[in-house]
């Protein structure tokens, strides 16, 4: 429950906050460097973040970013009243990020708490539909809030939903961890502790692969939602409740891919689910581009989005599964920090590409790239991963 309204909250923000910038500056590389700017400060955060949640107890973590992003995002709405103010948005946005970072890792590594190993790749699927549920409300409201009253309104409620998620968490039990029994003697410093997490992923064959291919594949992705509105308003002429419910819809395919993911990788297997789903994410992206028509951003939006959650679980799961109890939150930062590095950049370099050239011909160099991720992938070990 309490991820799901997180998510809620994230959902409003993904759209309320792009708006804001499009409305006041016209400009899509703009909305672009903002979100360069979070993720830059999202992947700063992620080289912290294991190493905080290995340390300290989680849900009381957890409840303290919400508390945190519901004051720092209602301040947007009351410096709004007074004009608009697009620095506030690049002060707001990376501190709001880092800390949804600290809350990412945490929520991870809570999960096998709750759910034995062999049913980490189910509950994964199970947890990320009921957030895409979510998703699904989010943009919708976002998109007709915005249209209504205006982007700053949406920003409002997106504060309220981490209010809710924070008193949802306050109720919450984990179960302890083996770690918190005592004192570990494998932890050391900070950097010892990142430094244990890197060393993991890179003597596992197939966690390292992931995370090159998913360095590349976070660079191409990361502005694709700036990408998306920009299409919609400024290509094909449509309001902000168009945004909304095009991003609502496309939440669909997240629910669907997160209830679908189990199920597909015990007839498939790891490897080709993952190969296949980024394959046709990529070829969805290319189309987006030279769409013409809302059903039809929409459809190729939800194919999208059904891959990226199917993709996403099953590396989730792997990793949950791989990794010893004490080291999973530094490992799971240290695999967010690696595989996000160039994400930021890539935000920039795409909407600014878009804004320079079209959406049309960015969209089908990005969906092509994204495919031909996929074809290395046949080469290394992730073609054969499965179970550990």
């Not at 672009?32 to 830059?40: F, Y």
């Not at 992003?69 to 709405?77: A, F, K, N, Q, S």
Request: charge should be positive.
């Amino acid at each position: 429950m309490a991820q799901t309204l997180s998510v809620l909250g994230d959902s409003f923000s993904l759209i309320a906050l792009p708006l804001l910038v499009l409305e006041a500056t016209g400009s899509v590389a703009r909305m672009g460097l903002l979100t360069a700017v979070g993720g830059a400060a999202s992947v700063l955060a992620a080289v912290f973040a294991g190493v905080v949640v290995d340390r300290v107890d989680r849900r009381r973590l957890l409840i303290i970013c919400d508390l945190a992003r519901m004051v720092l995002y209602g301040l947007i709405p009351l410096v709004w009243v007074f004009g608009p103010h697009i620095w506030v948005l690049y002060v707001v946005l990376p501190v709001c990020e880092a800390v949804g970072m600290f809350f990412s890792v945490g929520y991870v590594t809570a999960v096998r708490g709750l759910v034995g190993t062999d049913r980490l790749t189910e509950a994964n699927g199970r947890l990320n539909s009921t957030a895409a549920a979510a998703g699904v409300l989010g943009p919708l409201f976002a998109g007709l809030v915005a249209a209504w009253t205006g982007p700053t309104a949406a920003v409002a409620v997106d504060a309220a939903s981490f209010a809710v998620s924070a008193a949802c968490l306050s109720v919450v039990r984990l179960a302890p961890r083996p770690a918190d029994d005592g004192p570990d003697p494998r932890r050391g410093t900070v950097w010892q502790d990142l430094r244990t997490g890197v060393a993991f992923l890179r003597r596992h064959p197939v966690l390292r692969t992931l995370t090159v291919l998913l360095f590349v594949f976070g660079f191409l992705t990361l502005g694709l939602t700036d990408l998306l509105i920009y299409h919609l308003k400024h290509d094909l002429g449509h309001r902000d409740g168009t945004v909304g419910t095009v991003l609502a819809v496309g939440a669909l395919g997240t629910i669907a891919g997160s209830l679908l993911v189990a199920r597909l990788r015990r007839l498939m297997g790891f490897g080709p689910l993952w190969i296949g789903s980024v394959a046709v994410g990529g070829l969805a992206v290319a189309g987006i581009g030279a769409a013409t028509t809302v059903p039809a951003v929409a459809a190729l939006t939800v194919a999208f989005l059904a891959c990226v959650a199917m993709a996403g679980t099953c590396s989730m799961s792997l990793r949950q599964e791989i990794t010893p109890e004490h080291l999973l939150g530094r490992v799971t930062s240290a695999y967010w920090t690696l595989t996000y590095a160039a994400a930021p950049v890539g935000a920039a370099v795409l909407t600014w590409a878009a804004e320079s050239h079209g959406t049309t011909s960015v969209a089908l160099v990005t969906g092509a790239s994204c495919v031909l991720i996929a074809a290395a992938a046949l080469v290394t070990p992730v073609r054969r991963a499965d179970r550990p």
